[in-house]
């Protein structure tokens, strides 16, 4: 027909990219500032805000397009406005959902509670908080403002003389190339073009919103760990060592290059000892545990030194042999027990899980196993049916130990087990842990920064500081003749009643 269908697909870009980014700016800006401004005043203004959002969100899209369309009359102002007006609500709710939860978050109630400002909240809290939200609803607005742009240009709502996309698609429809061959070259051009636009927009997105969010930008893509050659070193078990790491650096990636955040790394537990990993916030502690049973979170990586359970380096380990050794040869006992257990499913089914994941047994001696998990950490069998909401964190934190006992494992790894619970319930916690290491004669790992605790219940202690180990030595060495200034000020931050009570307190 004489038409030069590569040169109308130029001009046409310009027409659809400049609909689809002009109508994700506007929509995105004026969903975006009513969905912050209502959801931080709140009050009479959040509830009109939200009826009237859910008003525009009942409308029939499409009818109302074509109304608006054939009363304004075809163009590309009408269709940015008809676009506009569909698109701007769905993002005010979602906008307004990130708000609300910025809002009660603890910084900013801080930040009010010292008496800051509407302004500085808006600046320092909640439009950094909300920004990265502002790029996938922007991403998102381009990809269907295009499609929308093209669908309307298709049904003959766009400016007969404006070529786009969509135009293409209209005139083809009109001179019948769906039913001659001429649909190779009339709807197959624009429709690949739409398809690839759409999917670059969407890329681009990804790409931005990895940059302004934090928690996206230091992502790293998991690496599946094949299946190796383990040598098994037969000196550590002649000795009896159950556990033995050898100058472990841990790095994490910081402005392009990795820096370690734990260094040099080595220690030993042996068969029935219980080991101390003692040191402040920060000092490396929980990393070293997370390391043992390769759970690094990403992008950490361990390329320095070698963690060896039972003579093999567990580091050659494939994610299936690992997976076999976790919970069921090396039992976790996490730190926050509430975030441990799931809220929704009884301690029943949650015990029953950790055994199922590593062992197929009948339903009797399942529930036999249950049953001695429960009694073995103190708890009444009435608890099965319970769900954590139910008990106290003393019980929860039992049933976190049971089920890191459940397998019958040799190597237990305590990670603050103590944490956020009483001083009465701590010490009815340790207790059990003691008790239960002796009767099991299980090699295990206590880590804290309650250095009392820690003198309670282990054989050796390994003092950490900035991710190094900086002092080490028995129990009663640490306590009572350690040198390190670092070590004696912990020791000399205990308080005690008499000299007689520290002597005590070291003792197993």
């Known amino acids: 027909m004489g038409q030069d269908i590569l040169a109308e697909l130029a001009i046409g870009a310009r027409t659809s990219l400049f609909i689809g980014i002009a109508t994700a700016v506007i929509a995105t800006f004026i969903g975006g500032m009513i969905g912050v401004l209502s959801g931080y005043f709140g009050g009479w203004f959040e509830t009109l805000v939200m009826r009237f959002i859910d008003v525009v969100l ?34 005010a709710r979602q906008i307004r959902a990130q708000t609300l939860s910025i809002k009660g978050a603890g910084p900013v109630l801080a930040a009010k509670s010292m008496g800051a400002g509407h302004f500085y909240l808006f600046k320092k809290h909640i439009l950094p908080g909300v920004f990265p939200l502002f790029i996938p609803q922007f991403v998102g607005a381009v990809n269907a403002a295009i499609l929308l742009e093209s669908s309307l240009s298709f ?18 429809n009109n001179r019948s190339a769906f039913l001659t061959e001429a649909w190779m070259w009339w709807i197959i051009p624009p429709g690949v073009c739409i398809v ?6 969407s890329f681009i997105g990804y790409y931005l919103e990895e940059k302004v969010n934090p928690r996206l930008r230091a992502y790293v893509p998991v690496k599946k760990r094949a299946k190796q050659n383990i040598v098994v070193r037969e000196e ?11 100058g472990m650096t841990v790095e994490y990636p910081k402005n392009g290059r990795f820096t370690p955040v734990v260094s040099d790394v080595s220690l030993h537990v042996n068969e029935g000892e219980v080991l101390g990993i003692v040191g402040e916030s920060g000092s490396g502690k929980t990393t070293v545990a997370s390391a043992i049973i390769q759970q690094l979170k990403e992008p950490a990586r361990m ?11 567990l580091q050659r380990f494939s994610d299936e042999e690992i997976r076999q050794v976790r919970g069921n040869q090396i039992g976790y006992i996490a730190q926050a027990a509430m975030n441990a257990l799931n809220p929704v499913i ?7 899980e950790a055994v199922g994941a590593h062992h197929k047994l009948p339903a009797a001696e399942l529930s036999r196993r249950i049953d001695e998990a429960l009694l073995q950490v103190g708890l009444e069998l009435k608890w099965r049916r319970a769900f954590p909401h139910q008990l106290s964190g003393g019980m929860r934190q039992r049933v976190v130990i ?32 003691q008790k239960l290491q002796r009767e099991l004669n299980l090699s295990m790992i206590f880590i804290s920064h309650d250095l009392p605790a820690v003198l309670k219940i282990t054989d050796r202690i390994v003092i950490m500081k900035y991710g190094y180990i900086v002092d080490g030595g028995t129990s009663v060495e640490i ?30």
């Open 155 to 172: 049904l003959g709502m766009s400016d007969p003389l404006m070529k786009s996309w969509g135009s293409i698609l209209y005139y083809a």
């Open 196 to 201: 690839l636009v759409v999917l670059a927009f």
């Open 58 to 91: 009942t409308l029939p899209f499409l009818p109302l397009m074509l109304v608006i369309a054939v009363y304004i009359g075809p163009g590309a102002f009408t269709q940015i406005f008809v676009i506009t007006l569909v698109m701007w609500a769905g993002k």
């Open 479 to 508: 306590a009572e003749h350690s040198t390190h200034p670092y070590t004696r000020r912990l020791i000399d931050s205990i308080p005690l009643l008499t000299e007689k009570k520290q002597k005590a307190v070291v003792g197993r």
């Open 402 to 433: 049971a089920m890191a006992l459940i397998n019958r494992p040799k190597f237990v790894i305590a990670d603050e087990p103590t944490t956020g619970l009483d001083v009465i319930v701590q010490v009815e916690i340790l207790e059990l842990l």
């Open 303 to 313: 390329e320095v030194g070698g963690i060896y359970f039972e003579g093999k380096d």
């Open 236 to 246: 550590q078990l002649a000795k009896n060592v159950v556990l033995s790491i050898e």
């Open 346 to 352: 009884s301690i029943e089914k949650q015990l029953a």
